[in-house]
């Protein structure tokens, strides 16, 4: 990673000796992201990076996929109320599924 960025603006910020040791999302998106792209911290990262802000000016119908078991996104943590003040929201929530699929077996 150190020689891909190098030459970004906030590179020289990026706890590069660290990044070995992380062990969860967060730790990494403290030591690099936030770091790399000039966030004052992982909180103003996670905030201004959230889609969740756009919801009330999606103007064409969509379906949000949204799993319970997502391990990224605080999906407890959000209020639901959000998806229901746009009538263009189609909120989808399943127990299983993940962040990025909803993986099923041929054998259950």
Known sequence: LATIFKNYTYAWE?????????STVEEFDENFTRRMFGYE???????????????????????????????????????????????????ALTKRGGHVAWHESLHP
Do not use: C
Not at 62 to 81: C, R
């Open 14 to 22: 990026v706890r590069w000796e660290a990044l070995s040791d992380v």
């Open 41 to 91: 911290s992982v909180m103003d990262y996670y905030r201004k990076s959230s889609s969740i802000q756009y919801l009330q000016k999606i103007h064409t119908p969509l379906l949000l996929l949204l799993a319970e078991d997502d391990s990224i996104v605080d999906v407890p943590g959000i209020d639901k109320q959000l998806f229901l003040r746009n009538p263009n929201l189609v909120l």
